[in-house]
T-cell receptor
C-alpha cells in the first residue's frame, strides 16, 4: 500500500543554519506530494506541494523537489529562523485506483531552531 | 471565509459514553476526511468521503462512524468511548488530488 517515511526528529539547529528533512514514499499510482507544517497548539497548514515528477514546490523559503527516480520529496531551507520551529509532515495523495484522494502522512519531524 | 470548522475544541468523556464531533466546511469541497493525531504516530486516517452520500474506511475506523448527508457537513460519531480514543482529532477537506487538504483547528478529546 501507499506509505510515507520521513526522518525522525527532533532536529535541532541554530538560527541561519541549513535545513534538510528527508522524505521518501511508496505509491502505486501517480501521487501528489505535500509538506504540511504544524505550529504548537495549532492545526496543519499546507506549506508546499508538487503534483508531478521533477516539479519543485516552494513557499516561505522552503523548497522540495518531486524525485520519481528516488521516490523522494526532501524539504530544504537555506537559512532557518526561530519562527520555523514546528512539526513538519510529509504526505502523499494518490488516486488509489479511483478518485479517492486519500492523504497519507509520515510520522512528522519536530524542528527546534535555537537563537 | 471560515474554511473548516470543528466543534467542540475540547471534550472530556467517560468510558462508554457516545458523542459526535462536528465538522463543517464552506468551500464546496467534495473530499472530506477525519484524522486522529497521537504522539509519535503522525496523523492516521479514520474515515473519508469523496462526496455527499459516499464514505469509506481509512486506516483506523474501529469505534467510529461517519455519514455525509450534505457536501458541507461530515460528523464523526464515537459509539462507545474508550481510553484508547484519547487523541486530537482533525477534520479536513479538499477540492481534488492536486490541491491538498485544508484542516480544521482540531478537537482534543480525553476519555477517562
Amino acid at each position: 500500500g501507499n506509505s510515507v517515511t520521513q526522518m525522525e526528529g527532533p532536529v535541532t539547529l541554530s538560527e541561519e543554519a541549513f535545513l534538510t528533512i528527508n522524505c521518501t514514499y511508496t505509491a502505486t499510482g501517480y501521487p501528489s506530494l505535500f509538506w504540511y507544517v504544524q505550529y504548537p497548539g495549532e492545526g496543519l497548514q499546507l506549506l508546499l506541494k508538487a503534483t508531478k515528477a521533477d516539479d519543485k514546490g516552494s513557499n516561505k523559503g522552503f523548497e522540495a523537489t518531486y524525485r520519481k527516480e528516488t521516490t523522494s520529496f526532501h524539504l530544504e531551507k537555506g537559512s532557518v529562523q526561530v519562527s520555523d520551529s514546528a512539526v513538519y509532515f510529509c504526505a502523499l495523495s494518490d488516486r488509489d485506483g479511483g478518485a479517492t484522494n486519500k492523504l497519507i502522512f509520515g510520522t512528522g519531524t519536530l524542528l527546534a531552531v535555537q537563537p | 471565509n471560515a474554511g473548516v470548522t470543528q466543534t467542540p475544541k475540547f471534550q472530556v468523556l467517560k468510558t462508554g459514553q457516545s458523542m459526535t464531533l462536528q465538522c463543517a466546511q464552506d468551500m464546496n469541497h467534495e473530499y472530506m476526511s477525519w484524522y486522529r493525531q497521537d504522539p509519535g504516530m503522525g496523523l492516521r486516517l479514520i474515515h473519508y468521503s469523496v462526496g455527499a452520500g459516499i464514505t469509506d474506511q481509512g486506516e483506523v475506523p474501529n469505534g467510529y462512524n461517519v455519514s455525509r448527508s450534505t457536501t458541507e457537513d461530515f460528523p464523526l460519531r464515537l459509539l462507545s468511548a474508550a481510553p484508547s480514543q484519547t487523541s486530537v482529532y482533525f477534520c479536513a477537506s479538499s477540492s481534488g488530488q492536486s490541491y491538498g487538504y485544508t484542516f480544521g483547528s482540531g478537537t482534543r478529546l480525553t476519555v477517562v
